[in-house]
């Protein structure tokens, strides 16, 4: 059965290239391509790897491999001696907007502005075939036909553009029905050494497929490509499509299968008193009676499954061990290695963080991460941070806020690491930046949640993307792909600590532009 089309409009980086005619002025519109953050190219170290239907899953079951263990530092006492009561539920911190005066629907990508004109401070962009809301009709320069709006935001859009819509604007990015992403995933079959098995063409559309045209290109190796339907095509079999509508062959095509971990939500699975929640991050988390690697095996943790154990680690029979109580009945533990697992631990307070303050916090030595409330954890889950084997790859640490928000976009390598460390992704979604090019976001090519395998973002399951992206600063409207912060609309801290060290605050630090960074958005002819 096929997967459902997404349909509502192109992705950011198609829309960029489509023909848009945007004043750019002296200021440039950012995030058409994104900044290289992503895994580290060990995406078959533990991610299983399958075709969009439960079919396809079976043809590629023999591709699945296991988890490696990361370079993590060990477990640390707990900082945080009482976690008694439950924490109350995340609720979004922003008061909803006041009832718009009407919605208009973007033909081309459209800018908004703090000001009415051109060149004025970003504040964020829609995409054509988005539907925004529109709060009064203001004064401005150089844009005819309706003139300027002011938007969500509190910042205005030039109509030039856009169009009367009765569409009602929705949450970007949209996920399908039956996915956990927006779109299906896909790359071209490579061996190990990223040298493709055999060639995968892509055609400009069905027709030109079917009237026997020249591919417009050979998709690349190390490249994740974006679909939004599986189709099939009399005399040519099953094809996927793009939201272009190119099409590209289904034979030799690799299917990513995006993980399905989720973090623990305290106020649903509150921390027992005294206990730390931890996740088994290894699939040969073996369970003893005794902390002995001598004592009998009696059960095996299921990979990424969620316990509690006591904090303290114990040495002895060859090994490091955490308690998990009552494991085997009342009174009755059972002991795992300890570098099979990963605990969360509370970090020192944020003295200026206030009381109903959401904020994020991630810890690059547990490789954990807490959506924070005031000074209490409300979620916490495990996540994957920079490895920091090449330079420029480790996640730095401090104290940050979250410059801008994008519902999904490409990522690929700097130009410098172009032959080293090639890769790209199409359409990462849930991306938050907090400084340069570093972002949390969505990863769709990997299940090692608990183990360092970005080249410096803090990746995040689909499902924890997701949920983090939508409890946090700067609030990205209906129908809008990205947002930036600003005075009225700050992004909500993000502190990336290892363990109990201290972390620098960066919060008023000027960031330097980059090439990787300022992305025009350009004016080029559809198909360019």
Not at 60 to 73: I, Q
Not at 318 to 325: D, K, L, V
Not at 481 to 486: C, F, K, L, V
Request: proline residues 10%; contains cysteine; negative net charge.
């Amino acid at each position: 059965m096929s997967v459902p089309r997404v349909r509502t409009s192109r992705p950011a980086w198609l829309a960029a290239l489509a023909g848009f005619a945007l004043p750019i002025g002296p200021t440039v519109a950012l995030l058409t391509f994104g900044p290289s953050c992503d895994d580290d190219g060990d995406d078959d170290a533990v991610a299983a790897v399958a075709r969009p239907d439960a079919a396809r899953e079976a043809a590629h079951a023999d591709e699945e491999a296991e988890a490696e263990p990361g370079d993590d530092a060990p477990a640390r006492p707990i900082a945080a001696a009482d976690r008694g009561d439950a924490p109350r539920a995340v609720v979004p911190e922003l008061a909803p907007p006041p009832r718009p005066m009407g919605i208009r629907g973007a033909v081309r990508t459209i800018v908004t502005y703090a000001a009415p004109r051109h060149g004025s401070d970003l504040r964020g962009r829609i995409d054509g075939g988005r539907t925004f809301a529109i709060y009064e009709l203001v004064e401005g320069t150089d844009c005819p036909g309706e003139g300027w709006a002011r938007v969500d935001h509190d910042s205005y859009a030039c109509l030039k553009h856009a169009v009367a819509d009765e569409r009602e604007p929705v949450p970007q990015p949209r996920i399908p029905e039956g996915l956990l992403v927006p779109f299906i995933y896909a790359k071209p079959k490579a061996d190990r050494q990223g040298n493709l098995l055999f060639e995968v063409p892509r055609f400009k559309s069905k027709f030109a497929l079917t009237q026997g045209a020249e591919p417009l290109e050979i998709l690349a190796a190390n490249h994740q490509y974006a679909f939004v339907e599986e189709l099939q095509i009399p005399g040519h079999g099953k094809v996927m499509l793009d939201a272009d509508e190119q099409v590209v062959p289904l034979e030799g095509l690799k299917f990513e299968k995006p993980s399905e971990f989720s973090g623990r939500e305290l106020a649903v699975r509150p921390i027992p008193a005294g206990l730390a929640a931890a996740w088994a991050v290894s699939r040969e988390a073996l369970l003893r009676r005794k902390p002995s690697l001598k004592a009998e095996i009696e059960g095996q943790l299921e990979y990424h499954q969620a316990l509690d154990v006591k904090p303290e680690p114990l040495r002895g029979g060859g090994a490091r061990w955490f308690e998990i109580p009552d494991h085997f009945g009342p009174g009755v533990p059972a002991y795992v290695e300890a570098d099979k697992l990963r605990l969360w631990l509370a970090g020192p307070a944020l003295d200026d963080i206030g009381d109903d303050e959401t904020w994020v916090d991630v810890d690059v030595g547990a490789q954990t991460l807490a959506v924070m409330r005031g000074q209490q954890p409300v979620f916490v889950t495990l996540v994957s941070s920079g490895t920091g084997h090449k330079p420029n790859t480790a996640t730095p640490r401090g104290v940050y806020r979250i410059r801008n928000k994008l519902a999904y976009g490409p990522m690929r390598n700097r130009p410098e690491d172009a032959e080293d460390s090639p890769y790209h992704v199409e359409a990462v979604p849930w991306v938050q930046y907090f400084y340069r090019r570093f972002a949390l976001h969505g990863a769709y090519w990997h299940d090692g949640f608990g183990h360092r395998k970005s080249h410096g973002c803090v990746n995040l399951s689909p499902r924890d993307a997701r949920y983090v992206f939508e409890r946090t600063g700067p609030r990205l409207p209906a129908g809008w792909m990205t947002a930036y912060e600003h005075g009225d609309h700050p992004g909500s801290v993000v502190r990336v600590r290892k363990g109990l060290e201290p972390s620098p605050d960066r919060r008023t630090e000027v960031e330097p532009t980059g090439e990787d960074e300022l992305l025009i958005a350009r004016a080029d002819p559809a198909g360019a």
